[in-house]
């Protein structure tokens, strides 16, 4: 069975400051998706990333980072200079490609808050 | 505009009355799917739907339904609701999950809540 776990129920950070979201996932599958969600105060759900498990590079958009490592199964999540727009809560979530493709596995999410 | 649309966005009932959440997308996407998200426990997966006519469960479908007649329309039933299915509903719509799920698009959320 998949499962992801997101540690952190709770980051507070103060602007500017970086900050790493843990994600650790388990599954017996060898192909598989990560993604990143993320939910503002507002509540809709915007995707952010997905990796495929063929691919362990790192991968950079703006003040966003993601680290895949499969030796450890983790795909944490770095935002470099917190802003205070970034206060949200991020799902990790995983979904398997050959056994039950369509099922989708979240982590209980993070909830990030920036203070200014 | 490429939108999840869910109806209605805010829903009070009691127990026993039946209900319906709609759901419909207009991007042709192949695969939907809903969500509830409670507190402290992420979003857990009610039920799937790959391409019309074809729905399985996931992690938590005991009380609802789900049907996909037609490619844009994935409506929740709730036949006989209860409590603990008071809840945050979330529809999302993606391309062809055949190799593995894609970017989903989510909807704006049905809050439900069950007297």
């Known amino acids: 069975a998949q499962k992801v776990t997101q540690a952190q129920t709770e980051i507070s950070v103060v602007e500017k400051e970086d900050v790493t979201l843990d994600c650790v996932y388990e599954?017996?599958?060898?192909?598989?998706?990560l993604f990143w969600y993320k939910q503002p105060p507002s509540g809709e759900l915007v995707f952010l990333i997905r990796r495929n498990s063929f691919d362990e590079q790192n991968e950079i958009s703006g003040r966003y980072s993601w680290n895949f490592q499969k030796s450890t199964s983790s795909f944490n999540f770095t935002i470099t200079a917190s802003q205070v727009v970034d206060s949200a809560v991020y799902f990790c979530a995983l979904s398997e490609r050959n056994t039950n493709a369509g099922k989708s596995t979240f982590g209980d999410g993070t909830t990030l808050t920036v203070k200014p | 505009e490429a939108q999840v649309t869910q109806n209605p966005r805010y829903l009070i009932t009691v127990t026993g009355k039946k209900l319906t959440v709609t759901c419909s997308q207009n991007m042709n996407h192949e695969y939907m799917s809903w969500y509830r998200q409670d507190p402290g426990l992420g979003l857990r997966q009610i039920y799937y739907?790959?391409?019309?006519?074809?729905?399985d469960k996931g992690d938590v479908p005991e009380g609802y339904k789900v049907s996909r007649k037609e490619k844009r329309n994935f409506p929740l039933i709730l036949e006989s609701p209860s409590p603990n299915q008071t809840s945050l509903y979330f529809c999302a719509s993606s391309f062809s999950a055949g190799t593995g799920t894609k970017k989903l698009f989510f909807g704006s959320g049905t809050q439900l809540s069950v007297l």
């Open positions: 599954t017996r599958d060898t192909t598989y998706y």
């Open positions: 739907s790959m391409n019309v006519e074809v729905t």
